[in-house]
């Protein structure tokens, strides 16, 4: 997140403080019923509006049904493609819905929809399923951002009337450092680079800290050296305070330790073949997910694009996107359950629609909304269900139609939060942090 990026968000403050402030104030409410264990979400973002007629939900009797082939996976009775095969060794612990209907054909609406499980509004900037997340799970104390955007994708929704303190922290390179939390060169190396990066952080502390405190003098507390001033400065949606507490953050990962979490070059060989090599920057941002799991971050996104086949699907699926999603979701899941992570982290896959059953004359498939795939798993829920079905030809839905409002009340539910729980939008509104009813045969 960059200067001009925060400034953008923080340009409405002071027109969604207060409800803002409500917002916190109903959250901080319910955190007492929430499961604290360090539990995270990761999004697969698959951008472009992905196949799940050559992913999830194959039709190998139909006209439709495309080149690929079904296989078996480690969850009795369900197949999936076989450009596939790692994640179907994994599918025991994952779960289809093969009847979401959402009904936006268009990119920027079908982004926004499934990522705030809101239809897009002229009016209200909804948050993004990580800030939310975030605002919710991450401890004040964690050094690293509660969010973190392992692409654009991320950083295009934002963190709405939820304030730039619930913004992605994004990554465009995945396996390599981002290049702001580097220190000039300027300031030399070793010991030295230190010690003026130390007295750079101490400037930036005091003028940063009295720039917040000048626009709110009232609230100056030099009792307890500003910190129950900062805190109500924050509730209260001072943008000021809000630029303070993410520069800060990002400040202190540049003298951190910790800043090497966004290094991937350091894992065994092994591990990076298994993900795909250097090469598959969504397995790169798979394997990087996992650090940052395991170093306490609530919410990653990774971004997988090229989705948008309108012409020869199946070469492109089976020789680009097909083995790359593999190797980073396959490996990702595997490695999150042997390291006893799963039951604590929800994973979620989706673009922002799915694609037409019929094959268009270019050899591929166009935007298709009324009823296609995501995949669930992690947390509370279950694995190895295919949840949902659609008819023969793929053209509606058969059984169990499921609404955008239910995936995202079954993602919250499976995180151990109540997705019930009321909060205000930026226009003082009452609504749910989803619009929905979890999938019960999911739990």
Not at 30 to 43: C, G, H, T
Not at 57 to 70: I, R, T, V
Not at 82 to 107: C, D, F, W, Y
Not at 148 to 158: L, V, Y
Request: some cysteine; hydrophobic content about 35%.
């Amino acid at each position: 997140m960059n200067r001009r990026h925060f400034l953008k968000h923080a340009a409405g403050a002071t027109a969604v403080a207060v409800p803002a402030m409500n917002f916190w104030n109903n959250l901080h409410a319910a955190k007492e019923q929430l499961k604290k264990e360090q539990k995270s979400l990761v999004v697969f973002w698959m951008g472009g509006g992905p196949s799940h007629m050559d992913l999830w939900d194959l039709k190998p009797e139909s006209q439709n049904g495309g080149e690929f082939k079904p296989i078996e996976t480690s969850a009795k009775g369900v197949k999936i493609s076989e450009v596939l095969p790692t994640v179907a060794s994994q599918m025991k612990h994952l779960s289809i819905i093969r009847s979401l209907v959402t009904n936006e054909g268009s990119h920027q609406r079908g982004t926004t929809l499934m990522n705030t499980g809101r239809t897009p509004s002229p009016i209200v900037q909804y948050p993004a399923i990580g800030s939310v997340a975030s605002s919710l799970l991450t401890p004040k104390e964690l050094p690293l951002p509660g969010f973190i955007g392992i692409g654009g994708t991320a950083q295009r929704i934002g963190p709405g009337f939820l304030g730039m303190n619930y913004a992605p922290f994004t990554v465009q390179n995945p396996g390599q450092p981002p290049s702001n939390i580097k220190a000039p060169r300027e300031l030399g190396s070793g010991r030295s680079q230190m010690e003026r990066l130390r007295r750079r952080q101490r400037l930036f502390y005091e003028t940063e800290q009295r720039f917040a405190q000048s626009l709110y003098p009232h609230l100056v507390s030099r009792a307890d050296s500003d910190k129950k001033g900062a805190s109500e400065r924050e509730a209260r949606g001072s943008s000021a305070q809000a630029h303070q507490t993410i520069y800060k953050k990002a400040f202190d990962l540049t003298v951190s330790p910790l800043r090497t979490v966004f290094e991937v070059r350091n894992e065994p060989s092994s591990v990076i073949e298994a993900y795909g090599g250097m090469g598959n920057r969504f397995g790169m941002g798979a394997l990087l997910a996992r650090k940052l799991i395991e170093k306490g971050v609530t919410a990653v996104s990774i971004d997988l694009g090229g989705w948008d086949n309108h012409g020869n699907i199946f070469n492109t699926i089976r020789t680009g996107n097909g083995p790359r999603l593999d190797a980073g979701m396959g490996n990702l899941v595997k490695d999150l359950n042997e390291r006893g992570l799963w039951k604590n982290t929800v994973v979620v896959w989706m673009g922002e629609f799915g694609r037409t059953p019929r094959i268009n004359q270019n050899g591929g498939r166009d935007h298709w909304a009324r009823c296609w795939s995501v995949v669930v798993g992690g947390g509370a829920i279950k694995g190895g269900v295919a949840y949902g079905s659609t008819n023969k030809d793929g053209t509606d839905v058969n059984e169990n139609p499921v609404k955008i409002g239910d995936l995202f009340a079954t993602l919250y539910k499976g995180l151990g939060i109540d997705p019930s729980t009321q909060v205000r939008d930026n226009l003082g509104r009452p609504l749910h942090i989803a619009d929905g009813r979890p999938v019960k045969d999911l739990f």
